[in-house]
T-cell receptor, first 118, second 113 residues
Framework: KNQVEQSPQSLIILEGKNCTLQCNYTVSPFSNLRWYKQDTGRGPVSLTIMTFSENTKSNGRYTATLDADTKQSSLHITASQLSDSASYICVVSDLPRGLTGGGNKLTFGTGTQLKVEL | DTAVSQTPKYLVTQMGNDKSIKCEQNLGHDTMYWYKQDSKKFLKIMFSYNNKELIINETVPNRFSPKSPDKAHLNLHINSLELGDSAVYFC????????????FGQGTRLTVV
């Protein structure tokens, strides 16, 4: 069964500090892994997308890493800001329809709730 | 120019009623989704439509029926609403063969009283 597990479940850090969120997955076959940020009361917004061949990808203060061998990913947030307070969701996609004969499927992690305080 | 738009944003209704949530995407994507986010903030896929064809139905109750009049629209109709249906429902779209990230709507908060 495809699963995506995230840790920690919640995290509180001081403004300006760095933090790292973890994602482990068992999705197979693997197509890509995405990190989303979801602000309270809003829809998820994509931060990064990585395919099998990509090890790291940055988006401003967000840097995602992917180890396809161990099926692990991390999202590193540098110099955190109050506006970083949100839920961060790891999502893994299987192969697109053209390759498997079925539709691609997104498996969602349960998210990490990050709170940045003064 | 909202990429994925849902209406209404809030919906309060009584048990037993039938309601619909509409979703439209202007990205030209070929796959659209409906997700339910429960009180624990966990997003769970309900349906996926690829080129108007149902691909995934995650064993949701048959009171929920997706309807896709065309590639840009995927509406969610719910019959005989129950208290447990209260949640936030998200519509999303993606282009399957490019592996692009899904774009999400702003969500519809459904409250059944």
């Amino acid at each position: 069964k495809n699963q995506v597990e995230q840790s920690p479940q919640s995290l509180i850090i001081l403004e300006g500090k760095n933090c790292t969120l973890q994602c482990n997955y068992t999705v197979s076959p693997f197509s890509n892994l995405r990190w989303y940020k979801q602000d309270t009361g809003r829809g998820p917004v994509s931060l990064t997308i990585m395919t099998f061949s990509e090890n790291t990808k940055s988006n401003g203060r967000y840097t995602a890493t992917l180890d396809a061998d161990t099926k692990q990913s991390s999202l590193h947030i540098t110099a955190s800001q109050l506006s970083d307070s949100a839920s961060y969701i790891c999502v893994v996609s299987d192969l697109p329809r053209g390759l498997t004969g079925g539709g691609n499927k997104l498996t969602f992690g349960t998210g990490t709730q990050l709170k940045v305080e003064l | 120019d909202t990429a994925v738009s849902q209406t209404p944003k809030y919906l309060v209704t009584q048990m037993g009623n039938d309601k619909s949530i509409k979703c439209e995407q202007n990205l030209g994507h070929d796959t659209m989704y409906w997700y339910k986010q429960d009180s624990k903030k966990f997003l769970k896929i309900m349906f996926s439509y690829n080129n108007k064809e149902l691909i995934i139905n995650e064993t949701v109750p048959n009171r929920f029926s997706p309807k896709s009049p065309d590639k840009a629209h995927l509406n969610l109709h719910i019959n005989s609403l129950e208290l447990g249906d209260s949640a936030v429902y998200f519509c999303a779209s993606s282009q399957a063969d490019r592996g692009l990230g899904a774009f999400f709507g702003q969500g519809t908060r459904l409250t059944v009283v």
